[in-house]
Structures are given as structure tokens and as C-alpha cells.
């Protein structure tokens, strides 16, 4: 099967940079797009940004010109580079990645989540 573990959320100050990670591993044939998705306390989760396998981006309204995503696809590891954070970013950030396994089925699968908090 297939893993996704994110890493790098904690608490940091308004105005402040963290940088998240998402490794995946397990039986991968390919991947294809990625995100990251958030979801704050009491709402949905929601769409931050993605990346295709041709590296395009997509980026949320709220985190255009304050997040970066990027890939490296040869350890299968996602980026999401966050800069000018502002408290309603405050959120638990989940990795998503559509997957092709050894086995020739392919789905969407997700990470455990990692938390940011955004506070003075």
C-alpha cells in the first residue's frame, strides 16, 4: 500500500515562514497531481494549492504570493514553502497525491495531517 506523512507544522508568529513536507512510500508506480488541503477548526477542508506532473500550479485565492508548491519527484516528496503566515491560516494542512500502485490500481490517498498555528 501506500503512506503519506507530512511533516514541519507547529506554531509560529504572524508574519512568520514554516515549510512543510509530505513523503510518500510504499508499492508507487507513479504519482501524479498533488496538493495540500487545509482545514481549520468548525469549517470544510479546503483546497491550498496543487501541482501536476508537469510541475503546473494552482494556488488558492487567500495564499497566492505568500505559498509555494513544489515537488521532487525522484523522492517522491511534496513542498508547501509558506511565508507571510497570518492566524487564519491557522489550520491542520493535509498532503494529497493521486497515486498509480505496482498493482495498476490508481486513487487519491492522503496524509495523517500536520497542525499550524498561526499566534502572537
Known amino acids: 500500500q501506500v503512506q503519506l506523512v507530512e511533516f514541519g507544522g507547529g506554531l509560529v508568529q504572524p508574519g512568520g515562514s514554516l515549510r512543510l513536507s509530505c513523503a510518500a512510500s510504499g508499492s508507487i508506480f507513479n504519482i501524479y497531481g498533488m496538493g495540500w488541503h487545509r482545514q481549520a477548526p468548525g469549517k470544510q477542508r479546503e483546497f491550498v494549492a496543487g501541482?501536476?506532473?508537469?510541475?503546473?500550479?494552482s494556488y488558492a485565492e487567500s495564499v497566492k504570493g505568500r505559498f509555494t508548491i513544489y515537488r521532487d519527484n525522484a523522492n517522491n516528496t511534496l513542498y508547501l514553502q509558506m511565508n507571510s503566515l497570518k492566524p487564519e491560516d491557522t489550520a491542520i494542512y493535509y498532503c494529497?497525491?493521486?497515486?498509480?500502485?505496482?498493482?495498476?490500481?490508481?486513487?487519491?490517498?492522503w496524509g495523517q495531517g500536520t497542525q499550524v498555528t498561526v499566534s502572537s
Open positions: 494529497r497525491a493521486d497515486i498509480k500502485l505496482q498493482t495498476g490500481i490508481r486513487d487519491d490517498y
Open positions: 501541482i501536476s506532473s508537469g510541475d503546473a500550479t
